[in-house]
């Protein structure tokens, strides 16, 4: 599957991610292998399918149209909640949530889910603060502003808006963030605390929340269920395993190392995509009535639309449709319930603050 | 596979651990699923067999006869070379390593671990200090150990030899352990940075590490292949998982809710076992032509020892060896390198302390 050239959406974040290699570097002792954690190689997937199309021959069918889990009427009720939530605070106390983006450069594809984000928070009565850096700014300045950021008590979240410019250390400002304004949940000590059952992050990244949110919400039995997470970013794929597996499922990640990851995927009961290429999975990369929950956001060319593109996950939605027996939509599927699993952080985050209940 | 009402190694262990649910109950908040975090259940495994001896008819060979992994040879090489740069370091600055073992309780069975730790440790150069405390000690007694360890300059490791007794919150103890000094690599922090690909923990889990380093020393390809880890524990299956993902196999994990745990074991070039139980592992679970390390330590009962039982893992061994490519012995496979990776884990860390490379 590996040495294919195909860039974009998935190129742009592997670019950054080259950079630690040089973190890599000065690990070694001389009474160990340098390489105990592994050599540090980027995932580059090649698509099995350029089209966009789908080839319906090429697909088992079990005869049966598959439930859609729409992530809509959740994201509303999840944020009815958080807004009545949010009101009780404001009466008793007389303080609300506060969320503070941080934003470095001028990049066109992170606008878009920043304004949603903020448009989100405004709805259910989340201050929001955004403190826009130049393209140009150096790692001190940006520390500054997350610093004051950890120190502001009318700031409960934090957000770095990834990607971050080449130059910047985006692991190092991650870890800057107080684990405690976290809301990402992208902090070693809150993935670690994912990790280790028995104990609890302060935070669980928002977008694997918001798939267990759904599994949960629609009956789906997880424990005990052979899942596959395909895709092993520490944003989507990683979280979403640990957490699977917090669940009982048992759980395989699937990667652009794996050799025919379709033997794998077809096994599974549950499979959860957060890779980047349109169409990868395929019909028959999928059990018949298993649930597929597809956390791929891409963008694709399309004459007939407006905006000259349109959003698709990376699953075959009319050949999945034919075989699974439920999945989410894209848009309209885990992307919603992502953003209002943003809120129930930030509003977690000011409850524990301020000792709310 | 669940149900049973085995008890033994694992089962003491599990004792333990169902304290959690207390840390799970007060996690709940009105506007998400208290259970997004999945439900804290032990692992209870169920032998299939009983039996200590193996049923030959039951396996499928290859004809050729397993190369064994002595794991003896590599543990005492690298030991050699972690003496000689102790003895560098005292040369040359006048210093060397400290480590402490913290051991609460007369557990009959903690001891002679603790003092193969010790020997070992005598052996390469690397001071120890061993603070017992009572049975009956207060967490607060305790932490304000840790936390004097913590602070000492001369010690660079602390061990705080699980399992602890009933009424101390083990996890709540193994945070207050300083993650620049948690040579057992157990803290939350270095579990994160472990799990996160790129980023560097101060210190990786010992067996894991050893795992890993015996796979390389043999020359096993990992990189692409499909490993399955039978166990999830936090010491060694979960860690031994994030480790081998790191160096891109295709991991599955497998545990006690998994159902039919076999059909995904038999599809591994990899097999990683740290489960407790005895003959477990069957010929039939195995690929021919697999690599198979047995971390699993198991005493069982043998009348014709001079201490009435022997030690075993938890793989069949002689029905493996007759399918498998390679495997470890039990004792002296895994065992012994992870004694000196905690020598090694003792000296980085000294080396990092004193700035001395």
Redesign the interface.
Known sequence: MRGGNWVGVVGRRLRK?TS?FS??ST?S?????P???????PDVWTPTNQSHRPQSSAIFSNGNSARIIDGKPIAKD?KF??AG?IQRMKAAIGKSPGLAVVLVGQRRDSKPYINIKLRACDEVGIATMVEELPESCTESELLDVVSRFNEDPSVHGIIVQLPLPQHLDE?KIMTVVSPEKDVDGF??????????????PFF?PCAP?GC??LL?RFGVQ???K?SVVIG?S?IVG?PTA??L???????????S???N?EQ?TSQADVIVSDVGIPNLVRGNWLKPGSVVIDMGTNLVKDTSSRHGFRVTGDVCYEEAIKVVSAITPVPGGVGPVTISMLL?NT??SA?RAFRFT
Chains 1, 2 share one sequence.
Do not use: C
């Not at 902090?187 to 609890?200: D, F, K, S």
């Not at 009982?248 to 990640?253: G, K, P, Q, R």
């Open positions: 991610q630690y973190v890599h690990s002792t001389s009474t160990e292998y390489n105990i954690l592994g050599p540090y190689l999840i909640r958080i939530e692991e902090h070693p000590l809150n993935m670690g605390n994912l990790a280790l059952r028995g104990r609890q669980i929340k267990i949110e949960l997880i424990s005990g052979r092993r520490k990683l640990l957490l597996q917090r669940h009982h499922a048992t759980v395989s990640t699937v990667h190392f794996t050799k990851p794998i129930s509003l977690d409850k």
